[in-house]
């Protein structure tokens, strides 16, 4: 492949973190993205402070993979068990039956089957860039290097609170799960047993965090997996009495329920539940062997997903007529009135509450696992960037980011505090703030994605040289943009159009936060917008290790 880039090095060597490695670039590394000249290379004394070509205070692919310090440890099975459980939880478990509910089988067919395609264009353009770039900054390096510093850095940040702020909602789930059968024990012990389980889990090393992810997420797909099968012959008549045949499908106005609106509504909801598919981009910077695993994961992840939810809202459709109240409940607590408990009591399993129970708890604590995993690695890569403090760049003899980690579990227990100490509506918002970030970071990848592969042949490389070649470029990032916009626009689209200011704020104030972040950086370090032909496209090499 060739490369037209100059190099430039910093002013000086890196600060170094106390006892550990350096951050590339300092804490006070420029973001501007300026063409250099076109002078010789110049040889940085400190390895740690080269930057890549062309645009100044972009960090090398190889200052990532040798200077970060992170341990490539995760395997196949891991890769392929992070990018499922990413997708499977509560929203299938406990919300897919509202779903039905607001739009019909039919209906719910159709959205899921939409936000299914747009996960699969981002996740093939996430899989081109990732397996040819394993780095595990992921998106927000992307972003950094093929749209301008400043994007980057608001997709990391907000990236990092997302999931800090998730592993908060996920340790007030989990005390609500423990409700049901301990009812008596406050749910703030709960929530510190957890958080210290998940934080000593993490702290271990990359690859015990992948052993954990792959348990609880086997516990999540062999229970999608029985539902299935159990749903399947109840459908057949086989057990659980007389099969309702089709009359679930032409009740009332079913299959589509509500109509278009309603679809509409649906969709939404089934964009929150893909969220966390692009995990896999986050842990390709710690894969074994990246270049073969993230397409490979990227192939076969994407269809189980689809089969999990097309699968489990066909039977649902079959099983329990729309108009069921029953199908209403959408909280954690509702256990007894999850589609799955549903379901498994008319199969006849007594007990399915109570298993039910203590799947959703293995899918809360897989939740909190990830979110615990990509908050410190997004975190410890943007210090190796500078764009975060060069102190969470310390990494520790097991390739642990430590000092991330703690950082993101203190935010995750300050944000469970704020819930469950008298300040509920502080808790709400900060859910609210973050929860448009996933969206906001699959509009990145396919904007990256689309920006990446026109710099890379203008720079005179053959897309045929890629270890994965997404299929149905440039209509592939387009299509994903196009419908990840209509779904962050439709977040509320009901009180924009009845004028209830203060919810349409609650909906929405993710877009504003993140864009001041963006505009904030871009002001303070004067970056601008990366030129495609001194973008830096050079892929990571990665000793392959089978």
């Known amino acids: 492949m060739t490369h037209s880039h100059d190099e430039s090095a910093p002013s000086g060597p890196a600060p170094a973190a106390s006892g550990g490695r350096p951050a590339a670039g300092g804490a006070d590394s420029s973001d501007s993205a300026d063409s250099s000249g076109s002078a010789a290379p110049v040889t940085s004394p400190d390895p740690v402070g080269a930057v890549v070509s062309g645009v100044s205070g972009q960090v090398s692919n190889e200052v990532l993979e040798e200077d970060g310090g992170l341990h490539r440890s995760l395997t196949s099975r891991h890769m392929q068990m992070i990018a499922i459980g990413g997708a499977i939880g509560t929203g299938l478990f406990v919300a897919s039956g509202a779903t039905v509910s607001t739009a019909g089988p039919g209906g719910a067919l159709v959205a899921y089957a939409a936000i299914g395609l747009m996960v699969l264009l981002l996740m093939q353009s996430l899989g081109e860039m990732t397996a040819h770039m394993p780095v595990a900054g992921s998106f927000q390096t992307y972003a ?6 400043s994007f980057g850095f608001a997709m990391g940040w907000n990236y990092w609170f997302n999931w800090a702020i998730t592993v908060a909602a996920e340790l007030v789930a989990a005390g609500i799960v423990m ?71 032409v009740v009332d106005d079913a299959p589509f329920h509500g109509g278009m609106l309603a679809i509409v509504s649906v969709f939404m909801v089934a964009g929150f539940s893909f969220q966390g598919t692009e995990l896999v981009g986050v842990a390709a910077g710690e894969a074994r062997n990246p270049r073969r695993d993230v397409p490979r994961a990227i192939h076969t992840v994407f269809w189980r997903i689809m089969i999990f939810y097309i699968g489990a809202i066909t039977v649902v459709g079959f099983l329990i007529a729309f108009n069921d109240s029953r199908l209403l409940h959408t909280e954690t607590e509702d256990v007894a009135y999850s589609p799955f408990t549903l379901v498994f009591e008319r199969a006849g399993i007594g007990v399915a509450a109570a298993v039910m129970n203590a799947v959703i708890l293995t899918a809360v604590l897989s939740a909190g696992n990830s979110g615990l995993y990509a908050s410190t690695r997004m975190l410890h890569s943007m210090a190796l960037q500078g764009q975060a403090p060069a102190w969470f760049s310390y990494v520790n003899r097991h390739g642990v980011p430590v000092r991330a980690l703690g950082a993101t579990a203190l935010v995750g227990a300050a944000g469970f ?59 592939g990032p387009i299509l994903a943009f196009a419908l990840c916009t209509l779904v962050v626009l439709g977040q509320n689209y009901e009180a924009v159009f009845k004028g209830q200011l203060v919810a349409v704020l609650s909906s929405y104030i993710g877009l504003p936060v993140f864009g001041a972040i963006w505009l904030g950086h871009r002001l303070v370090t004067g970056s601008h917008m990366v030129r495609l032909e001194e973008a830096d496209v050079s892929g990571a090499v990665v000793g392959e290790r089978r």
């Open 144 to 149: 950094t290097r093929f749209v301008s510093p």
């Open 179 to 249: 409700r049901y059968w301990l009812p008596g024990v406050p749910s703030w012990i709960w929530a510190a047993l957890f958080l210290t389980l998940l934080t000593t889990l993490n702290a271990l090393s990359a690859r015990a965090f992948g052993e954990g992810e792959f348990w609880l997420s086997a516990i999540k797909v062999a229970t999608v997996i029985v539902f299935l099968v159990a749903g399947l012959a109840m459908i057949a008549g086989i057990i659980g009495g007389r099969s309702p045949g089709f009359s679930n499908w």
């Open 417 to 475: 505090l704020t819930a469950v100490v008298g300040q509920n509506t502080a808790y709400v918002w900060l859910v609210n703030v973050s929860a448009l970030c996933g969206f906001i970071v699959w509009l990145g990848i396919a904007a990256c994605h689309f920006r990446f592969r026109r710099a890379y042949v203008l720079q005179g490389n053959d897309p045929a040289d890629l270890p994965y070649q997404a299929p149905w470029f440039p209509l």
